[in-house]
């Protein structure tokens, strides 16, 4: 029970760094200010969606794509770590890394689109790449390639589950969460988030290289 506890805490904490929610939060506000409350619960909900069903296919697939194009878990980890701790290093030096959030230019282009149909601002950029992006499925998939059971790989998915719900409350009362905390503690949650996010990836480095090792040795 210990371990599932302490499993179940390292994913959510995983999960929550790299989606950052308090972040993503402010993101959120400004590609829907022209929208009505309503039509932001829309958004907000259908986003979520859409990021909860790509890493949730992604941790159920995640041994079938590994065997269907011959990865192996330590090259997986090696990468993913390389991926989450650009994404972290950035976010420790109060940037956007560019895996993780698309370019201004790019915001500005689909913000102009979403008025014509609100689908593709829930769908890009907001559930792809921003909840759902190339770090977000590295870590699903790196904790299912290491869960030892079937317990743990729903543990992933539920934690992810809990994260969007979460993520869906702040999206829809965020101004007021933002004014409330002011510009220098949201800066200063997310380079914490950065932080705990590049510790995160060094350790899937480790890992992958001590298996990497173990695996051509033998």
Avoid: W
């Amino acid at each position: 029970m210990h371990e599932l506890i302490l499993f179940s805490t390292t994913v959510f904490m995983g999960f929550f760094a790299i989606m950052n929610p308090i972040a993503n939060t402010s993101i959120f506000i400004g590609l829907t200010e022209s929208n009505d409350a309503g039509e932001k619960r829309s958004i907000a909900f259908k986003s979520l969606l859409y990021a909860f069903i790509i890493v949730a296919s992604f941790s159920v697939a995640g041994h079938f794509i590994f065997q269907l194009f011959g990865i192996t878990l330590p090259a997986f980890k090696i990468t993913g770590g390389i991926l989450l701790f650009m994404v972290g290093y950035n976010l420790v030096q109060g940037k956007e890394s560019k895996v993780h959030h698309p370019d201004d230019e790019t915001k500005e282009k689909i913000k102009n689109l979403h008025e014509q149909n609100q689908v593709n601002i829930a769908i890009s950029p907001l559930a792809i790449p921003i909840l759902a992006g190339p770090g977000t499925i590295s870590t699903a998939m790196n904790f299912v390639g290491s869960a030892p059971s079937l317990s743990h790989i729903i543990i992933v998915i539920a934690a992810f589950a809990l994260l969007c719900l979460i993520t869906f409350f702040m999206f829809v009362y965020g101004e007021k969460l933002l004014h409330f905390l002011g510009k220098g503690v949201v800066n200063v949650i997310t380079r914490i988030m950065g932080l705990i996010l590049a510790v995160i990836a060094t350790q899937m480095l480790i890992g992958g290289i001590y298996g990497a090792i173990s695996f051509y040795h033998n």
